[in-house]
């Protein structure tokens, strides 16, 4: 290889390298689009350490072929070093390329408001005891697919690579349904749980209340695997009450095959037990209520006596002991809470049913007092506006873009 072809080389990987560092230069965010100081300066920082580190390494094989380029030997130590930094800064850019991919959607002028008011409704989420104070606030952003999933601090994006911020996608279609954006609420549970170190305590907690209220080995063991997801149900639960149990609903009718799907090993229950488990919450905190039509119409539409006998006799055990299992969530103290339960985390008053209805409507969400409720609340507010179907949906999502480019503005 020519000397020509070897400094060529070295000024393409500085070059390149030093564009890792100009990530927020190069998707320009406009202010009603961007995202906060604090996602930037960790974003950056982290991006910027890789970019100084394959530059320094540049300079130094740059310098020793510069110092000895008179050595065959030395020309090949410097080839081959550069082909490894070519390596590097491949897998540098599959990092810069991931947040590249999630912000350049913020570009729109129509989903990019939209994206960094679902923020501030992951930022409220996360917003309790001292996780807050401890976790970088999330990111959402619009991924193909059916349901929203997380991607956790800490958890690797590339090899060596942790990832700075909690990332959350909902698909695109929430963009158009957007009084189902609780689903956020679950994601950021997901976070929530193992920042408190809850997420083992949950699981035992569960096996053991299922065993207490008598429950065979197999449905122990299963309650155990199903709170990684009954767990940030409830943590969604917490937030937005009753209309977490309507909003799942939307989301788990789906066909009958799917509904009671049994694995030893699966962290997500059944659909037809998943929904049940959220009922039970609302009957534990508040009694009879509309949950109880719900639920007859749930049992109405799907039955697990449709299905083959070892799976109609396995839902059916673990379908016995939902009960025991939602007392455990609501009433059950925990020592990383100081000795208090889940519950104290969140502004449940703020939840009743009977307030929740009265500003489920037009005039409800547009009114000064609407703004004064949690986040959590006034977003069930307009799940329930759904439910009740006496506005039209076209007109619950203009009052939704209105509410999630305020929510911006008015946020503690």
């Known amino acids: 290889m020519a000397t020509s072809s070897v400094i060529l080389k070295i000024e393409s990987i500085r070059n390149r390298a030093k564009m890792l560092s100009r990530l927020r230069e190069m998707i320009a965010l406009k202010p009603q689009q961007d995202i906060q100081k604090e996602q930037w300066d960790i974003l950056e920082n982290q991006l910027s350490t890789v970019s100084n580190k394959i530059l320094n ?17 030395t020309k090949k130590f410097v080839i081959n070093r550069l082909g490894e930094l070519e390596l590097e800064l491949t897998s540098a850019y599959n990092f810069y390329d991931t947040f590249m991919d999630i912000l350049t959607q913020r570009l729109s002028d129509d989903i990019g408001p939209m994206l960094k008011g679902c923020d501030v409704i992951a930022e409220d989420a996360m917003r309790r005891g001292m996780i807050r104070d401890l976790t970088v606030p999330p990111l959402v952003y619009c991924d193909r697919g059916f349901g929203a999933a997380t991607l956790r601090e800490g958890v690797n994006i590339l090899k060596g690579v942790p990832n700075p911020i909690p990332f959350i996608s909902i698909p695109y279609s929430r963009m158009n349904e957007k009084y189902n954006l609780i689903s956020i609420n679950h994601e950021v549970g997901h976070q929530a749980l193992i920042k408190l170190n809850l997420v083992g305590v949950l699981a035992e907690l569960f096996k053991v209340a299922a065993k207490k209220a008598g429950a065979p080995p197999l449905i122990q063991q299963l309650f155990f695997n199903w709170s990684r997801e009954l767990g940030p149900d409830y943590w969604a639960f917490c937030l937005s009450g009753m209309a977490q149990t309507c909003s799942l609903r939307d989301v788990l009718m789906l066909p009958k095959w799917q509904m009671f799907q049994i694995s030893a090993y699966a962290v997500h229950p059944p659909a037809y037990i998943r929904f049940l488990v959220s ?20 049992n109405e539409s799907y039955s697990p006596d449709e299905m083959d006998d070892a799976t109609c006799e396995v839902v059916k055990s673990a379908r016995k002991f939902i009960p025991a299992i ?11 809470l100081n000795q208090k339960p889940i519950t104290s985390l969140f502004e449940l008053d703020q939840l009743k049913p009977e307030l929740l209805r009265n500003y489920a409507t037009a005039e409800g969400v547009r009114s000064p007092a609407f703004n004064k409720l949690p986040i959590g609340s006034q977003l069930a507010a307009f799940r329930l506006m759904r439910e009740k179907r006496t506005t039209k949906q076209s007109m619950i999502d203009q009052y939704m873009n209105t509410w999630l480019k305020e929510i911006q503005k008015i946020k503690n």
């Open 326 to 336: 939602a007392r455990a969530c609501v009433h059950t103290k925990f020592r990383q």
């Open 279 to 298: 009922i039970e919450w609302c009957r534990q905190l508040w009694g009879k209520g509309e949950w109880d039509e719900w639920e007859q119409d749930w």
């Open 57 to 73: 390494q540049v300079r130094t094989t740059g310098d020793k072929f510069l110092a000895e380029r008179g050595s065959i030997a």
